[in-house]
């Protein structure tokens, strides 16, 4: 692990502000990560990306431009579940000065196919989906993430999460997730890492992007107004490992 990997990870942060203004669009909000409760069948799901690791891996470093001086990961596979659009949206090609090719429109296979019913059982529709697989040892240097849609529409679904994980965001700092619930991830704007110091075990969540025309709701932007106001401005310090005002 490079210095500043391992620095971003031992150092305290400042943490974040005493309160979030919401914005007109709560999608627009600018705050790193919010939590939606829910009942999401963790153990289903990662059986299920248990196998297809197994049989269909892709590693992450392989995809990396060759203009960058350092390996952005270790340990890290990443597997594309399906992708109903064709929006540029995964990443930005830096070298050529515009946005990546989109990945390949793709339908999921059966084992995928049963992810995507019961996500949508929760009222979750995913445009693309992937399971990100972040083996021991592994990490995913401080970055950020362009992929053209608003700041809270990228989603993350933790399925496990081993000791020695670890997801810190700057200012915030470290934030600790609970099973069964999603989150919705401001990778635009907020530098972030994740690590996996297990020894042995394999750290295991879905990441995708939400589809805006069946996302976008009055009630779904309601709730996410809602949670917004409750983990930032009533002070319950949902998920973070300080006060998200220290």
């Excluded at 891996?57 to 270790?74: I, S, V």
């Excluded at 994740?194 to 075990?201: F, L, P, R």
Aim: aromatic content about 10%; charged content about 25%.
């Amino acid at each position: 692990m490079d210095k500043l990997t391992k620095d971003w990870f031992a150092l305290d942060f400042p943490g974040g502000p005493t309160s979030v203004e919401v914005a007109d669009d709560p999608f627009d909000t600018d705050a790193p990560i919010v939590e939606m409760e829910s009942d999401i069948d963790v153990e289903f799901i990662t059986e299920i990306c248990r196998i297809k690791h197994e049989t269909d891996r892709t590693d992450y470093k392989d995809q990396m431009p060759p203009y960058q001086k350092l390996p952005r990961t270790r340990n890290l596979y990443i597997s594309l579940l399906w992708n109903h659009s064709t929006r540029p949206i995964r990443y930005i090609d830096l070298r050529n000065r515009k946005d990546a090719d989109p990945p390949p429109l793709t339908q999921p296979d059966e084992g995928s196919l049963k992810v995507e019913e019961h996500l949508k059982s929760k009222g979750l529709n995913l445009d693309i989906c992937c399971q990100m697989n972040l083996q021991s040892q592994g990490y995913f240097r401080p970055h950020r993430d362009m992929n053209g849609l608003k700041n809270l529409m990228y989603i993350w679904i933790p399925l496990t999460y081993p000791k020695g994980s670890s997801l810190k965001f700057y200012p915030h700092g470290e934030y600790k997730p609970k099973f069964g619930n999603y989150y919705l991830f401001n990778q635009h704007t907020y530098t972030h890492a994740i690590q996996n110091m297990h020894s042995d075990e394999c750290r295991y969540a879905l990441v995708g992007h939400l589809n805006p025309e069946l996302t976008d709701t009055p009630e779904f932007r309601q709730l996410v107004r809602d949670n917004i106001n409750k983990q930032y401005n009533e002070q319950t310090n949902h998920g973070w490992t300080h006060k998200v005002n220290s």
